[in-house]
Structures are given as C-alpha cells and as structure tokens.
C-alpha cells in the first residue's frame, strides 16, 4: 500500500487514515457486530469484509454527491436510506456471483446496514467532501476493516483445534481484546497517538 | 411526577419545505432504482444458483448411473417428522422408482438444527449422506461435515435393520457407530437425522413415489 507518484499526495494520505492500526474496529471500537460475529474463519471474515467495503466506497461516493441538496434535517433518514438500499443491492449481487461463500455469511451481509462504521463515515466525512476523496476515505476504511475481520477469522480458526474458547463467540473478544492491547503497545511505542 | 407542569416539546416542528420534500423524493427514488434494478437484474441468476446446487447436492448422495430423470424436479414435500415439510427428491429410472434423497431437519445439533440429505435406495440401504447446513462449532463440532466426508461414509450401505433399530446410535450409546473425537454432540444427532430418514423412507415408501410432484417443492 504505497503511496506512489500520483499527483495528489494527499491521495494516499486519505486511503491510509483508515488502514493499519487506526482502523476502527481497533482504535475506536467501532462496527464489532460482524467482527464478533462473523469472524469466525478467514473466507468468511474476508467476504463480510469486501462485502462492507463495497458498502462503504458506494455510500460516501452517493453521500457526498447527494450531500449539497440534503438539509439537515432529512440527513439522517437520507442517508440510512441510502445504505439500506446499497446493502440490499450488495447482498443480492453478492448472492448472484459468490453463491458458495453467500451459504456461510449470507445471513450477516443485511445486517452491515447497522454498522455505524458506514454511517459514521458518511456523516462524518463524505457528507463535508468531494467525491473522490470520499471514495478514497472509503477505501481505505474498508480495507482496514477487512485486515481486521479477515486476520481476526484466521486467527480464530487457527486456534480452535487446540484452543476451544476461540471459535466460541467469547474467544472473538478475547482475541479482539488482545488485538487492542497490540495496538496499543505499538502505537506508544511510536509516540503518536 | 408533577402532573400540572406542561413541558417543552423537544424537536419543534416546522413545515417541511418543498426543497427538503424533493430532495426526500430524490432519495426515495434512488433507493427504488437501486433495489430495483439489483433485484431485477440478479434474480434469474440466484434461482438458477439455487437450481444448480440442489443438482451437485444430490449428485453427492446418489450414483449418476442410477437414475435418468431430473431428481431436482421431481420432488413431494413431506414432513419427516421435524414438524416442517421438507422436500423429497425422487430418482427413476425408465420411470420405476429407484431411488429418493430426503431432506432432514436434525434438531438436536450443538448450535441448532443440522441439515442432511440422505440418499436411500429404494430397497432401503443407505447411498450417500451429505450435510447442507449447520452452526455447529468451528473445528470442532463443524467436524461432521469436513471435506472429504469420510465420516458420513460410514452410513452407505445401512438401513433400518442394518444395524437394528436400538444400535442405530453412537457406540457411546450403546449403538453401532462412532462419533468423531471431541463431536459427540454433533455426531449424535446427524445420527438421529439419518436414522429419522431411514426409518421415515422404510414406513412410507410406496406413499413417497406415488405422490405426484408438488411444482412448489421443484427448482
């Protein structure tokens, strides 16, 4: 995830703010529904992930070119609206192309509509940006959380021959707890919050 | 509580104005095109999905060589004894019975209910058995139905006096069958499922391929 020689610089800055540690789920605590959930194995994990990412590029790239015309008022309504039909639309073409990978987190993919990560995201960003940088936002915060709900899942599954607690649903905590503190611990040590 | 004190309501209504009425409109339109135009434009493909995975299913439980119709489409929906009907899938050839794939709900699963398919011949042996969908444990109880399916294999060739009817259980049980180490929950009732099926295919047998195919049961 390089940077690379693209003409705007703060491209890169934008697709990375949401990536690496500071990815929601671990600094702010965000969007754990799936995480807990579904990360159970690492397809799984991984599909929910791209699931909610495509979720996420389509609702900042709708939210921040709808944003102008929406008042205050009808933002909210608006905007879950929005999501609720992009997750639809998302669930079905989901159901249509990956059928096989649908049967393990089909049951999961309409509940991305409660993620607030998405709506927070919209709200809080695409709705005060352009469109490109709020793809990019969404990019990068939808990459990050499918590092997170796809390294969770390989985790679980790889210690839940030897280790029962971890496939059971209070392993998700255990070992999302255990991920937080790593984040801590690295974060510190760089010296930057 | 003091009934008399009349309270401030907390959001003031104001009339909405025609902006915010057209832009709701714009709004309500997208999320319409959106659904819409998703639903419409995959719909076809996740029914022929569906189709598609019921026919590899039962090309799981039941020998290719053994029938020369389309299972899939020849279907009763019965209730196994789970309290739901679920559908039968009957396999001919030259259009005498041969064959039929029943659809089991076992209950009793660690999680929830355990989906089977079992093929069963139509002298009552056991062809094949295949789980469709569980919650069982990851790694654990999930172990019933691991790629390949060696431990399902251990059904072919059984009917319902093969083991007799007290030995269809675990050997934990005083049955015929092992469970898998660290699954005996899970093993114990896709034990049952198979056992509801077998029995269920050898009390109603004559009733399962007379009954004409039911077009809501047939994908």
């Known amino acids: 995830m390089t940077p690379d020689n693209t003409t705007d610089s703060s491209a890169g800055r934008l697709l990375l703010a949401g990536l690496g540690w500071n990815t929601p789920g671990l600094a702010g605590l965000i969007g754990l529904c799936p995480l807990l959930a579904v990360s159970t194995s690492f397809a799984a994990g991984l599909a929910l992930g791209l699931a909610s990412l495509a979720v996420l590029c389509s609702s900042n790239l709708l939210i921040s070119a709808l944003a102008p015309w929406i008042t205050p008022r009808f933002r909210l309504p608006a905007f879950l609206l929005l999501i609720g039909a992009l997750v639809t639309a998302v669930d079905l073409l989901f159901e249509a192309r990956w059928f096989d990978l649908y049967g393990q987190v089909g049951l999961f ?32 915060y939808g990459l990050g959380f499918i590092a997170l709900l796809a390294g969770l899942g390989a985790l679980r599954e790889a210690l839940a021959p030897g280790l029962l607690v971890a496939a059971l649903p209070a392993g998700a905590f255990f070992l999302l707890a255990a991920l937080v503190a790593l984040r801590q611990l690295v974060v510190r040590r760089r010296g930057s919050a | 509580m003091n009934s008399g004190s009349r309270e401030e309501p907390l959001i003031r209504h104001r009339a909405a ?8 409109a714009v709004v309500l339109l997208l999320a319409v095109i959106l659904i819409g135009g998703s639903w419409q434009s995959t719909r076809q493909r996740i029914a022929d999905n569906a189709a598609r995975q019921i026919v590899a299913q039962i090309s799981l439980v039941l020998p290719g060589t053994l029938y020369d119709n389309e299972p899939n489409k020849d279907t009763v929906l019965k209730d196994t004894g789970g309290g739901q009907p679920l559908p039968i899938y009957r396999a001919r050839r030259n259009g005498s019975p041969v064959a039929a794939v029943l659809t089991v709900s076992a209950p009793d699963g660690y999680v929830g209910p355990i ?30 139905a691991t790629e390949p399916p060696t431990w399902l294999t251990g059904f072919t060739g059984r009917s319902l006096t093969d083991p007799p009817t007290a030995r269809w259980n675990l050997r934990t049980d005083g049955g015929d069958f092992d469970a898998i180490a660290g699954a005996t929950v899970s093993s114990r009732a896709t034990v049952a499922g198979v056992r509801t099926a077998v029995h269920y295919f050898a009390t109603h047998r004559d009733e399962i391929f007379s009954t004409p195919s039911s077009p809501a049961a047939t994908r």
């Open chain 2, 17 to 24: 104005g025609p902006r915010n009425l057209a832009a709701l």
């Open chain 1, 109 to 140: 993919v309409p509940l991305i509509v409660t993620n607030c990560l998405i709506l927070a995201r919209g709200e809080s960003f695409a709705a005060h940006h352009g469109v490109w940088p709020a793809f990019l936002d969404g990019l990068g």
């Open chain 2, 115 to 144: 989906r089977l398919l079992v093929g069963i011949a139509a002298d009552g042996r056991v062809l094949g058995v295949l789980i469709t969908a569980h919650q069982e444990t990851p790694g654990i109880g999930a172990a019933i």
